[in-house]
């Protein structure tokens, strides 16, 4: 494994694994659930195992096409492993559950036959037209930003968690008894750093609190190699969506800090140069470890979830 090239779904799932074999006191490799072709959802757990941890979810993949957000999963994730006597107490105090390929039936698909694919590869009336994940989950499911229409980009499915594999995020996320305090999900293309609500025009009710560790992430990366990631939420600088997973994790799961980072690049969109996979990494992971020491310093009597 290496961050010197976009890897197959097989070289992701097998380094995480040797994650497990190489630093068995502090990494568990393991399925959440089966994909619809019946690949496993593999994410690995990073504990010292402290009572006292807090616990941070990174999911990447949701989209087949975004390559950058799985190799940037796994970049963090190997840091934080080969890193862990070292790194600050603010990284070390949480249980880290990443799950570098949320789609695995759609990435493959991009490495293999479309590499533009975004979907899952889900069947209807027989033909495989695929379901927009991050459409599929029920808070706002169905809202503007999300379609009825199966040949659409953002179908949304039949049903909110229509999907294996959006059930699996829901029932780790909600089912598993684990309390998350932060949920970040990955994605490209944008430079821009989200937070709820994306399905509707109300501000959420910890809107500053969320923007402020927006900010802090954004001034990280910022320190890290010089880029500007946006801060605010989708409608502003992007785009309305209904039915995310980054609105679900705070509007249902309850989670405190709910954010989505568009990694690089508008210039190059969904085909960024393997040359930068590295520096993405350097920086994303820069704007995480800003964003542990804020949560930890945050009042807890002052969260309003």
């Not at 659930?33 to 993949?61: F, H, P, Q, Y």
């Not at 190799?71 to 603010?90: E, G, K, M, Q, W």
């Not at 684990?178 to 994306?198: C, D, E, M, N, R």
Request: aromatic share 12%; proline share 5%; with cysteine.
């Amino acid at each position: 494994m290496d961050w010197n090239d976009y890897h197959t779904l097989d070289v992701i799932h097998n380094f995480l694994d040797d994650l497990e074999y190489d630093y068995p006191s502090i990494c568990t490799a393991g399925s959440i659930g089966k994909s619809l072709e019946g690949r496993d959802l593999k994410m690995i757990k990073i504990s010292n195992s402290e009572t006292t941890n807090s616990c941070v979810w990174i999911d990447a993949g949701i989209h087949a096409r975004e390559w950058i957000a799985p190799a940037v999963a796994t970049y963090i994730a190997n840091h934080i492993v080969n890193n862990f006597d070292t790194l600050p107490t603010s990284v070390t105090n949480k249980d880290w559950y990443i799950l570098p390929v949320v789609n695995p039936d759609g990435y493959v698909y991009s490495h293999t036959v479309d590499r533009m694919w975004r979907k899952n590869r889900a069947l209807v009336r027989g033909q495989c037209v695929g379901v927009d994940l991050n459409r599929n989950f029920s808070y706002g499911w169905g809202g503007n930003g999300s379609s009825c229409m199966p040949n659409n980009a953002f179908y949304r499915g039949p049903a909110p968690f229509s999907e294996p594999e959006s059930r699996a995020m829901r029932d780790m996320l909600v089912n598993s008894g684990i309390s998350f305090k932060v949920y970040i999900t990955l994605h490209s293309f944008g430079q821009v750093i989200i937070f709820p609500f994306a399905f509707k025009e109300d501000l959420c009710p910890d809107y500053v609190r969320l923007l402020e560790g927006a900010t802090v992430m954004s001034k990280a990366i910022h320190e890290a190699s010089g880029n500007t990631y946006k801060v605010g939420i989708s409608r502003d600088i992007m785009y309305g969506a209904a039915g995310t997973s980054n609105d679900w994790s705070y509007g249902e799961a309850g989670i405190p800090f709910c954010y989505l980072i568009e990694l690089r690049s508008r210039k190059h969109k969904f085909k960024l140069p393997q040359e930068e996979i590295e520096e993405t990494g350097k920086e994303i992971l820069n704007c995480v470890k800003a964003l542990m020491e804020f949560v930890d310093k945050y009042p807890m009597d002052k969260l309003k979830i």
